[in-house]
Nanobody
């Protein structure tokens, strides 16, 4: 059974940093593409960043230059380093694993950016 467990969310002031982690189990992690998504209250879930099994990354325009996605295949973990956080980054952040044709989601972790 595939499980994804996010951690690292919390309350941070504008301009601050957080690092999210997503640990996977029950699957061969290294051969799958991973992604981070977020959903703010009243809005649709949106893509934040993705990383392929080969390490190619892609970012939403709103986070380019501020967020960095990475993966550690030995630890079966994907990370999202978030710097220069803004109030509009406030959302529940979810990780996603794609094992075509299936997709798996974590339970989400809350990130709140506020002074």
């Amino acid at each position: 059974q595939v499980q994804l467990v996010e951690s690292g969310g919390g309350l941070v002031q504008p301009g601050g940093s957080l690092r999210l982690s997503c640990a996977a189990s029950g699957i061969i992690f290294s051969s799958n593409n991973m992604g981070w998504y977020r959903q703010a209250p009243g809005k649709q879930r949106e893509l934040v960043a993705t990383i392929t099994s080969g390490g190619t990354t892609n970012y939403a325009d709103s986070v380019k230059g501020r967020f960095t996605i990475s993966r550690d295949n030995a630890k079966k973990t994907v990370y999202l380093q978030m710097n220069s956080l803004k109030p509009e980054d406030t959302a529940v952040y979810y990780c996603k694993l794609v094992n075509y044709p299936y997709a798996y989601w974590g339970q989400g972790t809350q990130v709140t950016v506020s002074s």
